[in-house]
């Protein structure tokens, strides 16, 4: 085989982002240089943050990718090797041995988790919970976005952590169902009714973290709910990345009042937290404390239809493609 | 004398407070219990945040008076000790040993300061660039109501601490020249057009840091010019006190896109950072370096109209009474 496929964005989308904004190529397989690697991709990582990537950038670019080394100029990585990196949206990338990771998945784990609960994903709701919220045990929790992957994640990882009541919103009775089977101690499907009025039925004496990965009515409802010295962990804003931004939340002045926190972050620069981090939940999942919640689509053609599908939430867990 | 006076707030304004919604009163003067003194106020604080008071329990009740020590039943406290207290608008006050803290003003400084820069308010702007925002050497400030006692004092500190280009916004061209004269490197008048656009122009590199008086369009013009990373010590909202919650901030989801950080805080939570603040600053106000910024009211009867003032921004640096 002498070709590979890629994704390209071709236009920006205004709202909605659709089919039509990428097109998939066929390119000649690169010449490796010295010291790089052609991998074979296994899986793919499709992410609500891209939205925001094809305003500005590319979506799928730079995306996180786990393949298999089929062709090698590096020494410490023969043909074989399976390696994470972020080579974006295409079934095979030429990657310098800088530019990439060995994983080699412990046992019991699958390789997929290792893009999302393991991965970045996961990372985000670790780094979420631990560095930016700094949640204490006994502390309640309020994700939302939460039968999503950071969200999946964090409301187990905030269970490992001692946390108190942990209370997620979703889109659909179905993912409700979800997360009261993955450990949620409540749950309400968003749609049903105004989100501050099902925050404080499900939270009647407060919280004291937010995750947000929402925006917009969520955050409010969480500032409404946030007890004295509260913190919001913010990631994502799904509310807004294809639309005008939301009304800021009428009652933003209590961050004042309520001598609150909200700190966004990246999970990017808190790469260092992933080594401790992986220390810290490749026992739960190999004993199955904590689940690998992950959609799987398969085939590379279908990567776009599975980041349409992310932006929807079709997914619960993790939106990940397997490539072939 | 066996009778003394005192302000009480008689009703809950709608809005912008007025004369009306207090009444002077004359009591007769408290019998000391064992270990009180009774203190003849000389100077009385009156702050924004005490607008807020107005909702849900009483402007002045617990504000922050000087004065000295007429009659003791504490051994401690012999009559012409001066003393700050909390026992809010009046011209005498019966209180506790352990209600009150002995006042020994440096040499040089006048008493006044104590309620000042020395005071809670002063304290306000340390504590919000120190504990909170922890504004590093060369990083920019940007300070709102920075004619007003928190901000004359936070642009002072901020010089101290080595801050970069210090920005106030204020309510007036006086006002601004008064912020030039204390040592902000630019400053504007917030009526003269959107925060936003003269923000840009006068930070067109950006800030790191936004002590927050204000709230509303305010924060979203910092929100629009903090770097990453920035971080905004949020202590008053004047702009809602007495209306509305603001649209504003429309741009939000920047704290997230630019892991920003916005965090409220209550100076009463960080009494003890009051010694060490003293012992920094009271050098710098012998030595001239900070300046004791303050607009003296005279009168006990002048209690409500200094208080309307303050929430007019009648005021340069911080609004005090002197009773007699």
């Given at each position: 085989?002498?070709?590979?496929?890629?994704?390209?964005?071709?236009?920006?989308?205004?709202?909605?982002?659709?089919?039509?904004?990428?097109?998939?190529?066929?390119?000649?397989?690169?010449?490796?240089?010295?010291?790089?690697?052609?991998?074979?991709?296994?899986?793919?990582?499709?992410?609500?943050?891209?939205?925001?990537?094809?305003?500005?950038?590319?979506?799928?670019?730079?995306?996180?990718?786990?393949?298999?080394?089929?062709?090698?100029?590096?020494?410490?990585?023969?043909v074989g090797t399976t390696v994470f990196h972020r080579g974006g949206w295409t079934t095979h990338a030429a990657v310098g041995a800088a530019d990439l990771r060995r994983v080699d998945p412990a046992g019991g784990v699958p390789l997929s988790a290792y893009l999302g609960v393991l991965g970045g994903t996961g990372l985000t709701a670790f780094v979420g919970l631990t560095r930016i919220a700094r949640l204490r045990p006994g502390e309640d929790l309020f994700v939302s976005a939460a039968a999503g992957g950071v969200g999946s994640a964090a409301g187990q990882i905030a269970r490992l952590m001692g946390a108190g009541r942990i209370i997620g919103s979703a889109g659909s009775a179905a993912k409700v169902a979800h997360l009261k089977e993955i450990g949620f101690d409540a749950a309400f499907n968003h749609r049903d009714g105004p989100v501050g009025e099902q925050l404080a039925q499900a939270a009647p004496r407060g919280i004291d973290v937010y995750l947000d990965n929402v925006g917009g009515d969520h955050l409010e409802a969480?500032?409404?709910?946030?007890?004295?010295?509260?913190?919001?962990?913010?990631?994502?804003?799904?509310?807004?990345?294809?639309?005008?931004?939301?009304?800021?939340?009428?009652?933003?002045?209590?961050?004042?009042?309520?001598?609150?926190?909200?700190?966004?972050?990246?999970?990017?620069?808190?790469?260092?937290?992933?080594?401790?981090?992986?220390r810290f939940l490749v026992p739960h999942l190999q004993n199955g404390s904590v689940r690998v919640d992950e959609t799987v689509v398969d085939g590379f053609g279908n990567v776009v239809e599975a980041f349409l599908g992310v932006l929807r939430g079709d997914n619960t867990g993790k939106m990940l493609v397997r490539v072939s």
């Open positions: 085989m002498s070709t590979f496929l890629a994704v390209r964005q071709v236009r920006r989308p205004q709202g909605t982002p659709s089919a039509e904004d990428f097109t998939f190529v066929t390119e000649p397989l690169p010449v490796l240089a010295d010291g790089q690697v052609l991998v074979e991709n296994v899986y793919l990582s499709v992410d609500p943050y891209m939205r925001q990537l094809m305003n500005t950038g590319e979506a799928g670019r730079e995306g996180r990718a786990i393949g298999r080394v089929v062709e090698s100029r590096s020494a410490g990585l023969p969480a500032i409404g709910a946030l007890r004295e010295h509260g913190r919001v962990a913010w990631c994502g804003a799904i509310a807004q990345y294809s639309s005008a931004p939301p009304a800021a939340p009428r009652n933003l002045a209590d961050v004042m009042f309520k001598s609150l926190r909200v700190e966004g972050y990246l999970v990017r620069e808190h790469l260092d937290a992933r080594e401790p981090f992986e």
